[in-house]
C-alpha cells in the first residue's frame, strides 16, 4: 500500500514510523518536533491531534481545535511530510481529508458506522485503532465498513486491550490475526498507558515501550505508532508514556535491525516454499 510518494507497506518493506506528540501544543512546537524526527527517521509519519475530545477531565487541555489544527497539520503537508490526524465525527473526514494523509479513528470510536464510512468516502488512508475494548477478531468488521465505501487503503492499530481497571495488556496474538486481512501498526506508546491512573489524568509506564516494540517487530509489523515529545514531564497531554525524543535514535536502529532481519528470514521461507 502507497501511503505518501516516500512511504509504502508491504510482507517485505521496512516498517514505517509514526510519530508525533499527543496533541498539538503550538504550530512552533509542531515544527520542531516534526523537523527533528525527519532528521532522526528519515521518511516517516508525522502524528498529532488536532482536539483530544476524550480527555479524562474537562479541564484538561484538548488542543487548538479543528480549524487551527488542520491549519498547522496542511501547512506541515505542503512542506513534504506526510500527516495523520484523528477525527471524532463524521463532518471532521472531509475537512481533515484536505489537510492529511491519513485519517486516525480513536479507539473510543473505532465501532461508530457514520464515522468509519464518512472517513471512507474521502478516499484517504483510514487508520483504526483497535478499541481496547474489542476482540482482535472482531475489529475487521470495523475495516468492512470502511471498504464497503470502496476504499481499501486501511490499517490496524494494536494499543492494548484493558486489563481491570487502570491497567492494559498487549496480547501479541492479536498481531497475525490482524495483519491476516489488513496492514497492521503497533502503538508501542498507548500501550503502556494506565489510564485514569493518575486521576484526572492516565499514568504510565515508558520503561516497557521498547520491550513491547521489539516484541512486535518480531512478530512482523508494517508500521510502529509512537508518541514522542523533547520533554514528556511537560507535555501537555500522554506525557506519561511518550517516549523522550532523545531516545528514540537508539530505538530506531535496533527495532530497524530486528524489522530486517525477521522479513528477511520470511523473505527466505517464502521462497524457499
Known amino acids: ?3 505518501s510518494p516516500s512511504l509504502k507497506l508491504g510482507d517485505r ?11 498539538i501544543e503550538s504550530e512552533e512546537h509542531v515544527q520542531f518536533l516534526a523537523q527533528a524526527l525527519r532528521q532522526i ?20 487541555y484538548r488542543g487548538p481545535g479543528l480549524k487551527e489544527g488542520l491549519r ?26 484536505e489537510s492529511v494523509d491519513i485519517l486516525q479513528i480513536p479507539a473510543f470510536l473505532c465501532r461508530q458506522t457514520d464515522l468509519l464510512v464518512a472517513a471512507g468516502r474521502t478516499g484517504r488512508v483510514v487508520n483504526i485503532k483497535k478499541g481496547q475494548f474489542v476482540s482482535p477478531y472482531d475489529i475487521h468488521l470495523a475495516a468492512e465498513k470502511v471498504a464497503s ?47 485514569g491512573a493518575a486521576g484526572a489524568h492516565s499514568g504510565g509506564q515508558p520503561e516497557f515501550i521498547e520491550p513491547l516494540a521489539r516484541a512486535a517487530v518480531a512478530i512482523g509489523i508494517d508500521g510502529l505508532f509512537v508518541e514522542v515529545h523533547e520533554a514528556p514531564e511537560r507535555a501537555l497531554s ?30 527466505a521461507g517464502q521462497a524457499a516454499v
Open 41 to 60: 527517521a528519515g521518511p516517516f509519519v508525522f502524528k498529532a491531534s488536532f482536539d483530544k475530545a476524550n480527555r479524562s477531565s474537562l479541564g484538561s
Open 1 to 3: 500500500m502507497q501511503i
Open 149 to 195: 465505501t470502496g476504499n481499501s487503503k486501511i490499517l490496524l492499530t494494536e494499543r492494548g486491550s484493558c486489563f481491570g481497571y487502570n491497567n492494559l495488556v498487549v496480547d501479541m496474538r492479536a498481531l497475525p490475526i490482524l495483519r491476516s486481512r489488513w496492514p497492521v501498526v503497533f502503538d508501542a506508546t498507548h500501550s503502556v498507558q494506565m489510564p
Open 238 to 267: 500522554d506525557g506519561a508514556n511518550a517516549l523522550r525524543l532523545d531516545r528514540l535514535p537508539g530505538l530506531l536502529a535496533r527495532l530497524r535491525a530486528l524489522d530486517t532481519l525477521v522479513k528477511g528470514f520470511a523473505a
Open 72 to 97: 498547522i497539520l496542511g501547512n506541515l503537508r505542503q512542506q513534504g511530510y506526510t500527516v495523520l490526524t484523528d477525527i471524532h465525527e463524521p463532518f471532521q473526514a472531509e475537512l481533515a481529508a
Open 13 to 23: 518493506e521496512p516498517f514505517v514510523l509514526i510519530a508525533g506528540p499527543c496533541v
